[in-house]
């Protein structure tokens, strides 16, 4: 998140031939009021994010659901003139789920990882994703990267914004969403390719995205 009352340059650098995405969103600072305005003073004073020219940056990891609204916005589903609307409620969920990511980090600034097992927690997140179909117990997840049961689960949370499960979940409803609503498996293909068996894949899909597979093809 960056904060700004001029123009600003920042420069930014990312690791050489890794895939990069996101998802920019710009808003007045006014259209929140003062007391969200008040919760980015804070978040930003604890954080200590000041930059050149006055501009500040604070950066948090992107939970479950902030992830999810990005997928959302990124995939709209819907098309004509309301599309507008469904984007721009879409993307004022996400300025506050920003902000109340940025609050929690500020919360938990005593509270920070060593760059080891934050590197650690980073491949078991890989781990997961490589097996989404087969993905291992969380004993034999913890043990394959090095870190006890509840250090990867607590760091998990901090890293990624969800449990380990719960962050294995999201990734594989994303993915049958895009396999889906792109036409490139049928429902039942889907759902054995993320690894959930067809009527229970169909249960927790409704559940997450308040519509029925069948009803993306």
């Known amino acids: 998140m960056i904060r700004s009352s001029a123009e600003t340059e920042r ?11 996101y ?9 929140l009021g003062a007391a969200m305005t008040n919760a980015l003073d804070r978040s930003f004073e604890a954080i200590d994010s000041k930059g050149a020219s006055g501009a500040q ?11 999810a609204l990005v997928f959302q916005i990124n995939n709209c589903p819907i098309q004509g003139p309301e599309r507008e609307l469904y984007l721009c409620g879409k993307a004022m969920q996400l300025v506050a789920l920003a902000i109340s990511s940025c609050s ?15 590197e650690r927690i980073r491949k078991a997140r890989d781990l997961l994703v490589a097996s989404v179909r087969e993905p291992p117990s969380l004993d034999a997840l913890a043990q394959q990267v090095g870190l006890n049961v509840r250090k990867l689960s607590a760091g998990f949370r901090q890293v990624y914004g969800a449990s380990v499960f719960g962050f294995l979940q999201e990734y594989r409803l994303e993915q049958a969403y895009k396999l889906i609503s ?31 597979p069948s009803s993306l093809r």
């Open 11 to 21: 420069d930014q650098v990312f690791a050489a031939n890794v895939p990069i995405r």
């Open 23 to 31: 998802l920019i969103v710009q808003m007045n600072e006014s259209v």
């Open 57 to 67: 940056l604070a950066s948090c990891p992107a939970g479950r659901d902030l992830q």
């Open 104 to 118: 929690t980090k500020a919360g938990d600034a005593d509270n920070r990882l060593a760059a080891r097992d934050v």
């Open 182 to 212: 792109t036409g490139e498996m049928s429902v039942s293909e889907a759902a054995f390719h993320v690894g959930y068996g067809a009527a229970h894949f169909a249960t927790i899909f409704r559940k997450r995205f308040g519509v029925s």
